[in-house]
């Protein structure tokens, strides 16, 4: 199966985290990624997903393949909702910190697996969090 270089999913019930997974997979390995970078990709795509069903009930999930003012090719994900927003990012990004009944590995978790992580949230309007992995 091939995969379009951008494209988007929503999130709305616990089988889109499965979803997101797979197609995320796709996208990686289309690109080349090594099994190894696949499984982090996928991990860190898998954890964002189930905080947006978790938090904010529903969102989406946005992917293209990026090459723009860099040397190297790579994917990014975004991830966005419209949900309570997250108050401190800073207490957010802490390994064990959780706000609910997770394990507080999901934010500070999908930033070591990745490249990149930016975060933009506002309490009460949604969170967007953006990873990117670059091709090596």
């Keep these: 199966m091939t995969t379009p270089n951008d494209g988007e999913m929503t999130i709305g019930n616990e089988n889109d985290i499965v979803m997101a997974r797979k ?3 796709e996208v990686a390995s289309g690109l080349g990624f ?3 970078d696949v499984t982090r ?3 860190a795509a898998s954890e964002l997903t189930r905080n947006i069903y978790l938090y904010a009930g529903s969102g989406v999930m946005r992917w293209r393949i990026i090459n723009d003012s860099h040397p190297l ?3 990014e994900l975004i991830f966005e909702d419209h949900g309570p927003g997250i108050a401190d990012i800073e207490q957010a990004m802490q390994p064990g910190y959780t706000s609910g009944k997770g394990l507080g590995i999901g934010l500070p978790g999908s930033k070591r697996l990745m490249d990149e992580l930016d975060i933009h949230s506002v309490a009460g309007e949604g969170t967007t969090v953006k990873i990117r992995k670059w091709l090596r």
């Design 23 to 25: 197609t995320v997979r």
């Design 34 to 36: 090594g099994v190894t």
């Design 41 to 43: 990709i996928v991990t």
């Design 73 to 75: 090719r790579g994917v």
